[in-house]
């Protein structure tokens, strides 16, 4: 007895029909193949590969932006933890950026290949000279707007990973209080476990609002989100004890 699928007559595959699988090949590890399955399966790689953008990432501070406006035309932008750049690429062309007149300065140790309308300093943010040398880049100019996206590679070990991200945002968070100008926005990833009490505490003494976001192109199973601080009041004294 001829079945459907010989027939042609078994209707539309299932998304699970469709979706490519790889082999593991010799010397591949079974994580790296399911990594590279995941990524061809991943709808946001397809778009980033034809819309010009040089990760999926991209997406996440397209979508904040689209949500909670973020960016306006003429606004200066740091972007902390650049690479590939997606988020420069993103938020030149939201504040009209251009060669003649870049407003997006970036920064990452890693290689990066020239954004149109982005200042590009290959350098590690954590060293203690490199806030100097994004001040120094911005010429002179205030931000308006301060990104971060980055992490540290994971250990494996949950409270050790914690601990590190918090403290990227930590040292994101004291650079963008220095230079934001009044009604700035902070924008930061963190992990599961949510922001540190006194570092939450601080960001809400200096912002008039600060929650967190997941946006649609974070993957699901993912434990990342987004930091959002808006309306910057200006540098807060710190509170003292009676």
């Known amino acids: 007895m001829a079945n ?3 027939l042609g007559t078994g209707g539309r595959k299932s998304d699970k029909d469709l979706k490519i699988r790889v082999k593991t ?3 591949r590890k079974v994580a790296s193949t399911k990594w590279l399955e995941r990524q061809l399966n991943d709808p946001y790689v ?4 034809s819309e010009g953008y040089r990760s999926r990432a991209a997406f996440k501070i397209k979508e904040m932006d689209e949500k909670h406006k973020l960016f306006k035309k003429g606004m ?3 972007d902390l933890g650049a690479a590939p750049g997606g988020w420069s690429q993103v938020a030149a062309a939201a504040v009209g950026s251009t060669v003649e ?12 290949d020239t954004i149109p309308g982005v200042i590009l300093l290959k350098k ?3 060293e203690d000279d490199a806030p100097a040398m994004l001040i120094d880049a911005m010429g002179g100019h205030g931000a308006d707007v301060v990104m971060s996206d980055m992490a540290w590679p994971t250990t494996g070990h949950r409270a050790t990973d914690h601990l590190r991200i918090v403290h990227l945002i930590e040292i994101a968070a004291d650079f963008a209080i220095q230079v934001l100008k009044p009604g700035g926005s ?3 990833k963190v992990f599961q476990g949510g922001t540190e009490h006194e570092l939450l505490h601080m960001l809400k003494r200096h912002f008039s609002t600060t929650f967190h976001v997941k946006p649609p192109s974070s993957r699901k199973d993912s434990a990342e989100a987004y930091l959002v601080a808006k309306g910057f009041k200006g540098r807060q004294e710190p509170e003292t004890e009676l």
């Open 4 to 6: 459907n699928k010989a």
């Open 76 to 78: 200066h932008v740091v």
């Open 124 to 126: 590690d943010f954590t």
């Open 101 to 112: 007149k870049p407003l997006v300065v970036g920064i990452d140790y890693l290689d990066m």
């Open 46 to 49: 397809a778009r980033a590969r």
């Open 186 to 188: 902070f924008v930061a």
């Open 25 to 27: 090949a010799k010397g």
